[in-house]
């Protein structure tokens, strides 16, 4: 585990699997459809249950960029945020990833969570490259904690320690 303080709330990196972390929510990075198939999604699906991909289904969709929140069913979370990230090569990556971040951040301000464990969006399937993930990512945090938030810490829980080793030197590179 890593983690470094921004005013009152604390970023921690950690690896392991996101649906064992115990927080407010976890985020999914979800599809525009908020179909819970495989990745990350497929996971939270089959051990957090069926309810979830049910308010999902109810939800219909989301735009990239966006997010939304549901129950967690069986899971150690309150809640899930599923952020919908960018597919590589659909153009204004960077943005929309920033704007998945930052939406997820904003859904758990507006429901008062004090807590939320992302993984690395869009790095799977949807072939975002994992160190520009970590630097967006982790400077929308940063940027975001700054100001009045009821976030007080925010976990980055990376799938293997290669992931970790990006998002631990990303982060010392912020802070540097």
Do not use: W
Not at 18 to 44: K, W, Y
Not at 147 to 174: S, W
């Amino acid at each position: 585990m890593f983690s470094k303080k921004i005013n009152a709330s604390v970023i921690e990196l950690t690896s392991g699997d996101i649906t064992e972390v115990t927080c407010d929510a976890i985020v999914n990075a979800a599809n525009s459809n908020l179909i819970m198939g495989g990745g990350v999604a497929g996971a939270i699906r089959r051990k957090g249950g069926s309810s979830i991909q049910k308010e999902c289904d109810k939800i219909g969709g989301t735009a990239v960029g966006t997010a939304v929140i549901t129950n967690a069913g069986r899971l150690k979370a309150a809640y899930v945020i599923h952020a919908v990230g960018p597919q590589m090569g659909e153009g204004d990556e960077d943005r929309k990833l920033q704007d998945a971040t930052l939406n997820a951040l904003a859904l758990a301000d507006k429901h008062k969570l004090t807590s939320i464990a992302f993984p690395a969006i869009s790095t799977g399937i949807f072939g975002f490259p994992l160190d520009r993930c970590a630097h967006i990512m982790l400077s929308t945090v940063i940027t975001y904690l700054q100001k009045e938030t009821h976030v007080k810490k925010v976990i980055f829980c990376l799938y293997n320690h290669d992931a970790f080793r990006v998002f631990e030197d990303m982060l010392g590179e912020l802070f540097a």
